[in-house]
């Protein structure tokens, strides 16, 4: 009879954490095909989120403490956007031309963007000085321009295996587990940094990240592309004419990209500059960094499946307004912060508002984008993106330099606030087709 109840219980936990990787009952009648892809994009998002959240909190710190300025940082995360701006129009052509959306994927994203980070790892072994900054702040950028230049394909099969139906529920769940996974990971990495030094737990750090991405890859590998090793027929050339005529005729997309340019601008001058300012100026620890991006996930992750829902029942686009008005207040409380438990408290703040509007975003992009050319709609939106990250660094950089940290963190607020009005302004209320 134990044994019985034992058998029982497995099946039930078994049970659950696959309904758990679906997104909930809502997949229960799906063809089997669909839910495989969303089993294994579920557990490909959770290794990514390990491995992408160690790069992105550590890769600046430990560029830092190989000997870089503040400014070769703005000039960092200048370089990487305009870089993958070049590349995400070639990557929606591969993806129309050739088709293989997934080989494209794990070749670009899955294999040469994280190939990087091991060659970061071993990089002070080769060379030393100011040559070794230079050299990490390029492999820093080509890691950035293959991961765009993956993006069209990613993107397009994205569109293609989740259901709109239940992308709300399904990304809540999926965000949900990378959020954990991302906490995990960039705390225990924090210690292993903190107790091997530097640079050397950097390094340490980018070695497992790589590792971690494998695994990612893996799992990608294992999504059933529904029109694998077809070119994605579309009507028109791939001509920059045709496709600013496409995007002419769906002014609904053109009025989103142009409204997220002025966002993400206003994202980005401040964007590169919370974790140097919070080791140069409030002198944490890598540890301490990594515990308040830890405590923007736990924030996060108490609102996304409850999110997911409400985005299925009254659509992206109001949720996101609502998101959008309250952001901008963390870069200005950011003006008055001086001890750790200031930004433990914004970061609580803003962590939840930011899992609103990261999940709902991307559903909203989904749904305004046509099926049969959404890898070139995506690079479009991404190029538009990707200008705009590069002129708020570039203007980040400058400003930093000139007014301080203070000076970003206004001028970062002030954009966020013009941003969302335009949203309210010219992007219409539709429904999810």
């Not at 950035?144 to 399904?170: C, H, K, Q």
């Not at 990209?257 to 980005?268: E, G, K, P, R």
Request: with cysteine; charged share 10%.
């Amino acid at each position: 009879m134990q044994h019985s109840s034992l058998a029982l219980f497995r099946t039930r936990l078994r049970r659950a954490f696959q309904l758990f990787t679906w997104g909930g009952e809502w997949a229960v009648t799906l063809p089997a095909r669909v839910k495989h892809n969303l089993y294994w994009f579920f557990f490909d998002g959770l290794f990514a989120s390990a491995s992408d959240n160690i790069a992105v909190t550590y890769l600046v710190l430990y560029i830092l403490a190989l000997g870089a300025n503040r400014t070769q940082i703005g000039l960092m995360n200048t370089f990487s956007s305009l870089a993958a701006a070049l590349l995400l129009l070639p990557g929606a052509l591969l993806v129309e031309r050739f088709g293989y959306r997934k080989e494209l994927t794990m070749l670009f994203g899955g294999g040469m963007a994280r190939m990087t980070l091991l060659i970061l790892a071993f990089l002070p072994i080769l060379i030393g000085g100011q040559t070794l900054v230079w050299a990490a702040i390029a492999l820093s950028v080509a890691r950035d321009s293959f991961g765009n230049l993956s993006f069209p394909a990613w993107m397009s099969v994205t569109g293609e295996i989740i259901p709109m139906e239940g992308r709300g529920r399904y990304f809540g769940s999926r965000n949900f587990i990378m959020g954990i996974t991302s906490m995990l990971s960039i705390f225990l990495v924090g210690e292993l940094i903190t107790h091997a030094g530097q640079p050397f737990g950097y390094q340490l750090a980018l070695g497992l990240a790589f590792v971690i991405g494998l695994f990612s890859t893996y799992s990608f590998g294992h999504l059933k592309d529904p029109n694998e090793r077809m070119p994605i027929p579309v009507s028109g050339g791939f001509s920059l004419r045709a496709v600013f005529t496409d995007v002419k005729a769906h002014p609904i997309f053109l009025s989103l990209s142009l409204v997220m340019v002025v966002w993400n601008f206003s994202i980005n001058i401040a964007g590169p500059f919370f974790n140097v300012f919070m080791v140069q100026n409030l002198k944490f620890t890598a540890t301490m960094v990594g515990l308040t991006s830890i405590v923007s996930t736990v924030s996060s992750l108490l609102v996304q499946r409850q999110i997911g829902k409400l985005s299925d029942r009254w659509g992206p686009r109001k949720v996101q307004l609502v998101s959008m008005l309250i952001i901008p207040i963390a870069p200005a409380v950011w003006i008055f912060v001086t001890k750790f438990w200031h930004v433990i408290a914004i970061n609580s703040f803003s962590g939840a508002i930011w899992g609103v509007f990261n999940l709902v975003s991307f559903n909203l992009l989904l749904s305004v984008t046509p099926d049969a050319q959404r890898a070139r709609y995506a690079a479009l939106y991404q190029i538009m993106v990707t200008l705009a990250l590069a002129g708020g660094a570039a203007v980040g950089t400058w400003v930093v330099t000139s007014w301080g940290f203070q000076g970003v963190f206004l001028c970062s607020a002030i954009g966020r606030v013009i941003a969302a009005m335009l949203f309210l302004r010219f992007v219409p209320d539709l429904k999810i087709k």
